[in-house]
């Protein structure tokens, strides 16, 4: 469960007060989610979702996270509104953390999306670079490959220990990643979400009804974010390609924004990276997180597999593209 703060009675009156969304009817916390603690907050004026950013989340960056969902839902693309206090400002403080009011958004996560939903998600992530086409904010990806041999320094014991002989093959992803990036500046940039796994995105019937989660929110290429989809949608039970699901997300995607030919190449190139990427935040937490944590490490192992794929793919065809 992800709730590390409680919130008292007091506190939440005290800091209601601060609003005009109006008083407490029903608060509780939310199990789900890893790194904040969210609680679900109905007032006399709808339903709301209270974050309170804990350790992980750099204060330094949250009115970036802001901005950025103030623009996507002005732009009338659902996520989360930030609702801002009394005072005009969204970002308060509750219990001394941080503490952020966002509107609540209505749907589904799929437990194991099916082609049609990978294909409804794949036109409105292309939906979602359009409308963040003009948002001039940058934040630089701080889990883009030059922090992947940071993470992986001093781990390959671990990796050892989980799969014999998966440290050398991760050096050689590591070599060959880091090998072709020069490619990648060529490639059309934008805002990203970098995490849009099924439990970040909410479905209704069938049809995407919103994101949630833009906190590792940065600018990078366009293609890398369908990269993190194809990832995070298209692999069954974590480890086979299901090609007709990677065929309809990237359908989806081009009926809104065709991929460029330069995209279409190195789309292996931009898979394997994103596989690399949660593989290596997934051995980290594997190691780091302690025994008596309330939330359990997920599986790196999945991701390894996901890499064994992507090492044999040639082309964007490979994934149905
Ligand atoms: N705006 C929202 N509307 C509805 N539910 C939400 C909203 N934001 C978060 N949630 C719920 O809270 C859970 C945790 O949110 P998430 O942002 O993934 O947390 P974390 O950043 O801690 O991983 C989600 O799985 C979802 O159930
Ligand atoms: N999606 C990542 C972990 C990040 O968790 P989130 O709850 O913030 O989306 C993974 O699966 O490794």
């Known amino acids: 469960m992800a709730v590390y703060t409680q919130v008292s009675d007091d506190a939440l009156e005290a800091f209601l007060d601060g609003y005009d969304i109006?008083?407490?009817?029903?608060?509780?916390?939310?199990?789900?989610?890893?790194?904040?603690s969210n609680y679900y907050l109905e007032t006399g004026q709808g339903r709301f979702i209270l974050t309170l950013f804990e350790r992980?989340?750099?204060?330094?960056?949250?009115?970036?996270?802001?901005?950025?969902?103030?623009?996507?839902?002005?732009?009338g693309f659902p996520c989360p509104a930030p609702v801002p206090a009394r005072d005009g400002a969204p970002l308060q403080t509750l219990e001394g953390r941080p503490a952020l009011v966002v509107t609540f958004l209505d749907g589904l996560s799929p437990k194991r999306p099916n082609a049609a939903?990978?294909?409804?998600?794949?036109?409105?992530?292309?939906?979602?670079?359009?409308?963040?086409?003009?948002?001039?904010?940058?934040?630089?990806?701080?889990?883009?490959?030059?922090?992947?041999?940071?993470?992986?320094?001093?781990?390959?014991?671990?990796?050892?220990?989980?799969?014999?002989?998966?440290?050398?093959?991760?050096?050689?992803?590591?070599?060959?990643?880091?090998?072709?990036?020069?490619?990648?500046?060529?490639l059309p940039r934008g805002t990203i979400h970098a995490d849009l796994f099924?439990?970040?995105?909410?479905?209704?019937?069938?049809?995407?009804?919103?994101?949630?989660?833009?906190?590792?929110?940065?600018?990078?290429?366009?293609?890398?974010?369908?990269?993190?989809?194809?990832?995070?949608?298209?692999?069954?039970?974590?480890?086979e390609y299901n090609y007709s699901k990677g065929a309809a997300m990237i359908a989806g995607y081009e009926s809104v924004r065709p991929l460029e030919?330069?995209?279409?190449?190195?789309?292996?190139?931009?898979?394997?990276g994103a596989a690399l990427r949660f593989f290596m935040t997934r051995l980290v937490d594997w190691t780091d997180?302690?025994?008596?944590?309330?939330?359990?490490?997920?599986?790196?192992?999945?991701?390894?597999?996901?890499?064994?794929?992507?090492r044999q793919a040639k082309s964007a065809a490979d994934y149905g593209g």
């Open 261 to 272: 030919e330069a995209e279409r190449a190195v789309l292996p190139l931009l898979c394997r």
């Open 198 to 239: 099924p439990d970040n995105a909410f479905f209704l019937d069938d049809k995407f009804s919103g994101a949630i989660d833009f906190y590792f929110a940065c600018t990078d290429a366009l293609a890398y974010d369908l990269a993190v989809c194809l990832n995070s949608w298209a692999f069954e039970d974590g480890r």
């Open 56 to 75: 992980r989340a750099d204060p330094k960056d949250l009115p970036y996270f802001i901005a950025l969902k103030q623009h996507l839902a002005a732009r």
């Open 117 to 186: 939903q990978c294909r409804s998600m794949g036109e409105a992530l292309a939906r979602m670079h359009a409308a963040l086409s003009d948002f001039v904010q940058v934040r630089e990806n701080a889990l883009g490959p030059a922090s992947w041999p940071l993470l992986w320094e001093g781990r390959s014991q671990t990796a050892e220990e989980l799969q014999p002989g998966l440290a050398a093959l991760i050096e050689d992803d590591l070599a060959e990643t880091a090998k072709a990036r020069p490619q990648s500046p060529h």
């Open 22 to 36: 109006g008083r407490p009817r029903s608060f509780k916390g939310i199990a789900e989610g890893v790194e904040n």
């Open 289 to 310: 997180t302690p025994a008596d944590a309330l939330v359990r490490p997920k599986n790196p192992l999945e991701y390894a597999d996901r890499l064994a794929f992507h």
